[in-house]
């Protein structure tokens, strides 16, 4: 057991996953695949699926909410869980806020001008790397958080848009090897279609894990 700054005890298990997590998102931004990302939509799609749906899996076991209401004060520990009753949090907080945010966002980069866009602006492309890192926490969290939330959608709410956003996942990587999305860029149609593999493949996996942990998090809960 690592012990926290109030001196109780913190699961070496969730420090594991929560360091995976940040890992992942290091490796995911690091300069030598952004660079090859850049040149390469097989790359990209790799570290879109790195820092956008496997590390969030492993940072919402890290629990980090918990452990920053642990190691905070007590009044500023109020201070945030009050804010985080604020009705903007709640509206963010609900299923299909996080599903638009998460599995919409991948449609407006991939159908749209944006990608092509993102390759001749950087801080366009800082940008877009921030929504994918925030939104693929954000729907992880909702999804199946195990930090304790009073926000917390109901079971079915959380599955039902599980399936809705592997199904809208699914469509989305067909539709782009079927007609070669993204366009305007120096791919060619056999890297586009690898990425659209790679995307469909990978996402299901993710997806699984994902579900498997909504799933746990559900029979614990039902186990209290």
Do not use: C
């Not at 496997?54 to 201070?79: I, K, N, S």
Request: proline share 6%; aromatic share 12%.
């Amino acid at each position: 057991m690592a012990s926290s700054g109030l001196g109780r005890g913190w699961p070496l298990q969730r420090s594991f996953f929560f360091a995976l997590g940040m890992g992942l998102v290091a490796y995911g931004l690091s300069p030598a695949l952004m660079t090859a990302a850049h040149a390469d939509l097989r790359v990209h799609m790799t570290q879109h699926l790195l820092i956008g749906m496997f590390a969030p899996l492993a940072l919402v076991l890290g629990q980090p909410l918990t452990l920053l209401l642990r190691g905070l004060p007590l009044p500023l520990a109020r201070r945030l869980t009050g804010a985080l009753h604020a009705p903007p949090l709640r509206w963010l907080m609900h299923p299909l806020s996080a599903l638009l945010l998460n599995v919409g966002g991948m449609y407006l980069l991939y159908l749209t001008p944006l990608y092509a866009a993102m390759l001749e602006n950087g801080w366009l492309h800082l940008l877009i790397h921030f929504h994918v890192i925030a939104a693929g926490f954000l729907y992880t969290s909702v999804i199946a958080g195990v930090d304790p939330s009073p926000l917390r959608a109901s079971f079915g709410w959380r599955l039902g848009t599980l399936l809705a956003g592997a199904a809208l996942h699914a469509v989305l990587g067909k539709f782009m090897f079927a007609e070669l999305y993204p366009r305007d860029t120096a791919d060619s149609a056999e890297v586009i279609e690898a990425a659209a593999r790679r995307m469909y493949y990978w996402g299901d996996l993710a997806e699984a894990l994902l579900a498997g942990l909504l799933f746990w998090g559900w029979l614990k809960a039902r186990d209290r």
